[in-house]
């Protein structure tokens, strides 16, 4: 009962400090009581296993060699086909999130499926219409694609569940947080990138200043995501987590792959750094996972697609060899684990 006591009291002081949700203790008993009645390598097995699908993911999607840009949007059905597939288990993904937070609904598994599908289907024929009207490839082609799938998200909720959703204004107010919460995950689409061009343009003293906008937009992301959530505290965490921290740890490894000079990768680790003392009260153990895993799945990601057919279109590999870019990897990775292991 003291752990349990001490984890209460820190979450009370994390939220004052950073309101970004808490784990009731009902969460951490059934935490303790699955750790204790599972055998170690399968907890272990959890923690290694679980970027393989994503990893699986992106293997075979980059499998699917492209046609040059040039062929224009006609000619080129393998981007189609996988900017589709692409965007199905990115509306799959967000349905599920929202099927575990809005336990009350009762999603049935195969309204998921189809809702994911017809999104993902006709979000892309709306960015193939603009990309023969407009240009091709569309840029921020994500950004065009969420408006579609999102009416389609809507329409497929009112078919399926419109009678729990119209006789529950709890459940409307609830999915109405959830949708927000969907409009950062797309607005993250559009400000990273941005960001990693405003990085890549800059140089020298001013580089490394433009580190420090890193934590600006994910503390926006963090308070944005925690009022839209409002009580709903047990949940904040790992929305929190899978939604800023992965993009965050994701384009902070952009952020050092891009950088010019060893002063702006050492400013890219204290800004890290800092924020985890910062935060140290809140789920330490998930922020931590997610940093110290996810640039080595980028980086696994990245050696992976250096061999595959479509590597001439990724701007990255200009200009590397394959020993060059393992060596360029092992040594970003080990000023980063350095900075870890300091924390």
Not at 6 to 28: E, F, N, V, W
Request: overall charge neutral; hydrophobic content about 50%.
């Amino acid at each position: 009962m003291g752990i349990f006591s001490c984890s209460m009291a820190l979450d009370k002081l994390a939220t004052k400090l950073q309101p970004h949700g808490c784990y009731s203790i009902q969460r951490l008993r059934r935490l303790k009581l699955y750790t204790e009645t599972r055998l170690l390598w399968r907890l272990l097995a959890v923690c290694f296993l679980t970027p393989i699908p994503c990893i699986a993911m992106a293997t075979l999607v980059e499998s699917m060699p492209l046609a040059p840009p040039s062929a224009g949007p006609f000619n080129n059905f393998a981007f189609w086909i996988r900017a589709t597939i692409v965007t199905y288990f990115v509306d799959y993904s967000v349905l599920v999130q929202m099927s575990q937070s809005l336990a009350r609904l009762k999603m049935e598994h195969r309204y998921i499926v189809t809702i994911a599908l017809v999104g993902s289907v006709i979000s892309f024929t709306v960015v193939f219409a603009v990309a023969v009207w407009v240009a091709f490839p569309v840029p921020f082609s994500m950004l065009v694609a969420s408006p579609p799938s999102t009416l389609v998200v809507l329409i497929g909720f009112n078919f399926a569940w419109g009678l729990r959703w119209s006789a529950d204004a709890g459940l409307r107010r609830d999915f109405v947080r959830h949708m927000m919460v969907f409009v950062w995950q797309v607005a993250l689409t559009f400000i990273y990138p941005l960001y990693i061009f405003g990085f890549t343009s800059l140089s020298g003293v001013s580089q490394t200043a433009f580190v420090l906008l890193l934590p600006t937009i994910k503390a926006v992301g963090e308070s944005w995501i925690s009022h839209t959530l409002g009580d709903e505290n047990d949940i904040k965490p790992e929305v929190i987590i899978f939604n800023v921290e992965v993009f965050n740890a994701l384009y902070v490894s952009c952020a050092v792959q891009n950088s010019t000079s060893y002063a702006t990768t050492i400013a890219l680790m204290l800004v890290d750094v800092l924020h985890f003392w910062f935060c140290m009260t809140e789920y330490i153990i998930l922020v931590e996972y997610t940093e110290a895993v996810l640039p080595m799945v980028y980086a696994l990601y990245l050696m992976i697609a250096f061999h595959m057919p479509n590597n001439k279109y990724i701007q990255t590999f200009d200009g590397l060899s394959s020993e060059q870019l393992v060596t360029f990897f092992s040594d970003r990775l080990r000023v980063r684990s350095s900075f870890g292991s300091g924390v």
